[in-house]
């Protein structure tokens, strides 16, 4: 297994076998590509030490179990929580859905008030609007000022009159906007409110400390973090002890009696049936290789890249980009009059893969008043000259269709 000591995009690029294909992948935001460190450690878990985890007193069982819970451990080590505030779910979606139907549950009642904001992601919404509809709570939007940022005046307002929990994305995964997480929390926290931050896009991009935010409780996916497809739930020790668990089966009960059962202790209660063992596996080896390459030097290398390819699209002319100038990971934008669809068939048809659509941000495209946008986004291995052949293929693209 190679760990990159020193930062050099063609280096990086040379870890990643998906870039064997020749293609220009520009939609990191969506889901990352994976080093070879990240596959040899799922593969070496299935050929070496794969057997069932927490159940067999064998020898091969308990290397599994060690493995397992050893990347439980490596991940709370990357936020800087403790092991027992870690729960593996399968993506950030459903670490959402579980504190909404178990936190919430208990902690949600009639009249109350769950505040997001108008950036977030649809699964940043939908499991609240879920949760509201059947406890009779209802649901407050923070706005988006007109630079791409969210309002923080309103914000204010908003927390001031004390709204049961505040549930925010760190950064927009169509303006790239880095909300001041610390700042918000913060303020949530002098009226007694409770906060969840989606740190789906700003996992890959900035280091996260759990203890420096005071977040109570964190979500994200493995596979935007160039690991597998597994998810995190953080919370804090205490909210995890009070909750109920949502899932039932093996693994998470004490002991079962054709009565009742009694639950194990977090985070296991949360976690029904046989994990996801290799998934845990390959991510805690994208978090090594992560901290190999070094956060300082990821995001010094994330923003040449970014305004590199900011400078491409205002030199094209006819480019209408959505969210503040200081953004993390993505470029949303529209393309002349064209479809953000054909904007993303145009560069596809050049090798270059970006997405295109509401970005599941339906709510905020309302607020943008535009159906779609195309977006680009990047990671670790994104190269000026992967921006560069996009902007070729956009300039022919505006002489093609006269934009
Ligand atoms: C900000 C944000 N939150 C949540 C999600 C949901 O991630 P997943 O589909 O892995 O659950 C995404 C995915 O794009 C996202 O960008």
């Known amino acids: 297994m190679r760990l990159v000591s020193r930062f050099n995009p063609l280096d990086v690029r040379k870890?990643?076998?998906?870039f064997e294909k020749g293609l220009v992948y520009l939609d990191t935001a969506a889901t990352a590509q994976k080093p070879k460190a990240v596959l040899e450690s799922m593969t070496e878990c299935y050929v070496e030490h794969n057997a069932n985890v927490h159940r067999g007193v064998y020898a091969l069982a308990q290397e599994a179990t060690d493995l397992y819970e050893g990347a439980r451990k490596r991940v709370a080590k990357f936020i800087n929580a403790s092991s027992g505030e870690i729960v593996f779910?399968?993506?950030?979606?459903?670490?959402?859905?579980?504190?909404?139907?178990?936190?919430?549950?208990?902690?949600?009642?009639?009249?109350?008030?769950?505040?997001?904001?108008?950036?977030?992601?649809?699964?940043?919404i939908v499991p609240w609007q879920m949760l509201a509809k059947s406890a009779g709570a209802s649901l407050e939007f923070v706005p988006v000022s007109k630079d791409g940022l969210l309002d923080?005046?309103?914000?204010?307002?908003?927390l001031r009159k004390k709204p049961k929990l505040f549930a925010f994305t760190h950064v927009s995964n169509v303006l790239g906007a880095v909300n001041p997480a610390k700042e918000l929390i913060a303020l949530a926290?002098?009226?007694?409110?409770?906060?969840?931050?989606?740190?789906?896009?700003?996992?890959?991009?900035?280091?996260?400390?759990?203890?420096?935010?005071?977040?109570?409780?964190?979500?994200?996916?493995?596979?935007?973090?160039?690991g597998p497809h597994i998810g995190v739930l953080y919370a804090k020790r205490s909210l995890l002890e009070a909750m109920e668990p949502v899932l039932g089966g093996g693994d998470m009960i004490k002991e079962v009696a054709l009565s009742h059962s009694t639950w194990n202790d977090a985070?296991?209660?949360?976690?029904?049936?046989?994990?996801?063992?290799?998934?845990?596996?390959g991510l805690a080896a994208a978090m090594d290789y992560l901290d190999a390459l070094g956060f300082d030097a990821i995001a010094s290398h994330?923003?040449?890249?970014?305004?590199?390819?900011?400078?491409?699209?205002?030199?094209?002319?006819?480019v209408a980009i959505y969210g503040p100038r200081d953004r993390v990971g993505v470029i949303s934008f529209n393309f002349g009059d064209m479809h953000a669809h054909d904007v993303s068939s145009v560069l596809d048809e050049s090798g270059v893969c970006v997405r295109s659509g509401h970005h599941c941000a339906q709510p905020l495209m309302g607020e943008l008043k535009i159906p779609a946008c195309a977006r680009m986004s990047f990671g670790v291995y994104t190269t000026r000259s992967d921006i560069d052949r996009a902007m070729e293929a956009l300039r022919k693209a505006k002489v093609v269709f006269g934009l």
């Open 15 to 18: 870890d990643f076998p998906f």
């Open 89 to 124: 779910v399968r993506n950030a979606t459903e670490a959402i859905n579980l504190v909404a139907q178990s936190w919430g549950r208990a902690n949600i009642s009639k009249g109350d008030v769950i505040l997001v904001t108008v950036m977030e992601h649809h699964s940043n």
């Open 152 to 158: 923080m005046d309103a914000a204010r307002l908003s």
């Open 189 to 226: 926290h002098r009226e007694g409110v409770p906060v969840l931050l989606d740190a789906s896009q700003s996992v890959p991009h900035v280091r996260l400390d759990v203890g420096e935010l005071g977040v109570d409780f964190l979500v994200f996916s493995g596979h935007k973090l160039y």
């Open 267 to 281: 985070p296991w209660k949360f976690e029904a049936g046989t994990p996801n063992v290799s998934g845990a596996v």
């Open 302 to 318: 994330e923003k040449d890249i970014m305004d590199y390819a900011l400078e491409g699209l205002d030199s094209l002319g006819c």
